[in-house]
């Protein structure tokens, strides 16, 4: 809706953006929008995401807090060039979302490289990203005890994923930062995403 114009109707994709004012490439109207950054809780498969997501939506915070696996069903993506209109799709929704003056929390495994590379990401001040962490023993604890997952190649998956967070803090062009939660109860790790997502806007 917002990268439509209004007086031409030109609903292309080609909307420029300068701040917080949106330009028609078509016909050289502008319009002012809600500009706010994007927010991503990320993290490995098992380590706490859903979980975390679920305790801030019963504290009724004054943001929206969305799954990306929603549309991950759906479209099934399996290119590459899929799996970045799946993210867009993401970024599309959100951007509508922010009009309304609130910022919007997405849990999201992977893709992160691909956060800043598409269309929507223009209409952002920036992407934020947070990596929930913990020490291996912890998270295959978790998977298997707590999710009942016995593939040994998905735990493993996890693994290696989650040492990725805990050794990078880069993700393609996508910085996040990191929180171990080896040692936390899922209200403190909730209370500090709040923390960092009211922080950073």
Request: one cysteine or more.
């Amino acid at each position: 809706m917002i990268g439509q114009c209004i007086k031409c109707g030109n609903y292309n994709w080609d909307k420029e953006v300068d701040g917080n004012m949106v330009c028609c490439p078509a016909c050289g109207h502008t319009w002012e929008k809600v500009t706010l950054p994007l927010f991503i809780l990320t993290g490995c498969s098992g380590v706490g995401k859903t979980t975390t997501a679920q305790c801030i939506q019963q504290k009724k915070v004054d943001f929206v807090v969305l799954d990306a696996d929603i549309f991950y069903a759906r479209l099934n993506p399996q290119t590459e060039e899929e799996h970045f209109k799946w993210v867009d799709l993401i970024e599309q929704l959100s951007m509508n979302i922010i009009q309304a003056g609130h910022p919007v929390l997405w849990t999201m495994a992977g893709n992160l490289d691909k956060l800043n590379r598409v269309y929507c990401s223009r209409f952002f001040t920036e992407v934020k990203c947070l990596a929930l962490t913990c020490e291996e023993k912890v998270l295959r604890k978790r998977m298997r005890e707590g999710r009942g997952i016995t593939d040994e190649n998905w735990i493993q998956g996890s693994v290696d994923y989650n040492e990725y967070f805990r050794t990078h803090d880069h993700h393609g062009d996508t910085g996040f930062e990191t929180f171990d939660i080896s040692e936390k109860s899922v209200e403190e790790v909730a209370d500090y995403v709040i923390t960092w997502v009211k922080k950073n806007y």
